[in-house]
Nanobody, 120 residues
Framework: QVQLVESGGGLVQPGGSLRLSCAAS????????MRWYRQAPGKERELVAA???????NYADSVKGRFTISRDNAKKTVYLQMNSVMPDDTAVYYC??????????????WGKGTLVTVYS
């Protein structure tokens, strides 16, 4: 069974930094796209960043220049380096990946989320 597990959330002050990680496990043949979404209280879930490969990334306008997405294919892990965080970055951050499981049809998988709170 394929699983995504996020880690690295917590409390951070405005202007600070945090690094989120998401590790995939299970019977995986390949991982295509890996993404980070977030959902703030009372708001819809939004795409934060996505990565297919090195240099093939895209970001929400609100995080461009502050957040960096990267992946380690050997570890089946995606990272989100969050710099210069702001109170509006407070949200539950979810990892998403389009995965080809061994012997099964490819599909989207989701983690359970990790909470990031920016406080002053």
């Amino acid at each position: 069974q394929v699983q995504l597990v996020e880690s690295g959330g917590g409390l951070v002050q405005p202007g600070g930094s945090l690094r989120l990680s998401c590790a995939a496990s299970g019977s995986i043949a390949s991982i295509v796209t890996m993404r980070w979404y977030r959902q703030a209280p009372g708001k819809e879930r939004e795409l934060v960043a996505a990565i297919i490969s090195v240099g093939n990334t895209n970001y929400a306008d609100s995080v461009k220049g502050r957040f960096t997405i990267s992946r380690d294919n050997a570890k089946k892990t995606v990272y989100l380096q969050m710099n210069s965080v702001m109170p509006d970055d407070t949200a539950v951050y979810y990892c998403n990946a389009f995965i080809v499981p061994i012997g099964r049809a490819p599909m989207d998988y989701w983690g359970k989320g990790t909470l990031v709170t920016v406080y002053s």
